[in-house]
Structures are given as structure tokens and as C-alpha cells.
């Protein structure tokens, strides 16, 4: 079994940053992929981006590069997710997903593995 916890949400001001972590635990993961996606109250789940181990893959949402950043500390177990210049509309539950495929994908149904979110709010 795979476990996957979110950390690094929070409230932040608009234009401001934050860096989410994805820890994985339980069985050990010698090669995955992680994804990002991000739900809005009343709107449907969105990618946001993804990584991979080994190689270092990322893949993001075009509406969101040059904002963000993955990376991916395996030492740690854990994939961050560095995001800038927050707006008020990136406000979301954010979570990430794990596969074993690792094979970066946007597509959600790719990963059969989740966390149980982190709440990312931004002020205007």
C-alpha cells in the first residue's frame, strides 16, 4: 500500500509563494510518477503538474508554467511543488497522486493513488 501526505498549504497574500510537499510512505516506490491537481469550490478537478523518479520529468499545466516549479527530493521521499506569484483564483484544495508507471501525465485517472489534500488559499 502506498500513502501519500500533503503538506505546505495555507493562506497566503496575492503574489506571494508556496512551496507544497508530497511524501510517500508505506510500500517503497523505486520508480513513480507524481501529479499535481487542484480543485476550486464548484469547479471540476484541474492538473497542475507532475513529476517524475527516476529521470526527472516534469510536466505542467500550460496556464501554469513559468509559475511553478517540481522537484523531487527522493532522499525524502517527497516531491515539492514550488508555486509563485499566486493569484486569488489559484485558491483550491490541492492534491497530489502517485503511479508506478513513472510516466508524467495530466490525465487523473492515471494515478491510482492519492493524498487527502491541502487547502491553498490566496488573498487578494
Known amino acids: 500500500q502506498v500513502q501519500l501526505i500533503e503538506s505546505g498549504g495555507g493562506l497566503v497574500q496575492a503574489g506571494g509563494s508556496l512551496r507544497l510537499s508530497c511524501t510517500h510512505s508505506g510500500r517503497t516506490l523505486s520508480s513513480y510518477a507524481m501529479g499535481w491537481f487542484r480543485q476550486a469550490p464548484g469547479k471540476e478537478r484541474e492538473f497542475v503538474g507532475a513529476g517524475s523518479w527516476p529521470g526527472g520529468a516534469t510536466y505542467y499545466a500550460e496556464s501554469l508554467k513559468g509559475r511553478i516549479a517540481i522537484s523531487t527530493d527522493n532522499a525524502k521521499n517527497t516531491m515539492n511543488l514550488q508555486m509563485n506569484s499566486l493569484k486569488p483564483e489559484d485558491t483550491a484544495v490541492y492534491y497530489c497522486?502517485?503511479?508506478?508507471?513513472?510516466?508524467?501525465?495530466?490525465?487523473?485517472?492515471?494515478?491510482?493513488?492519492w493524498g487527502q489534500g491541502t487547502q491553498v488559499t490566496v488573498s487578494s
Open positions: 497522486a502517485a503511479n508506478e508507471q513513472s510516466k508524467v501525465s495530466g490525465e487523473y485517472w492515471r494515478y491510482p493513488y
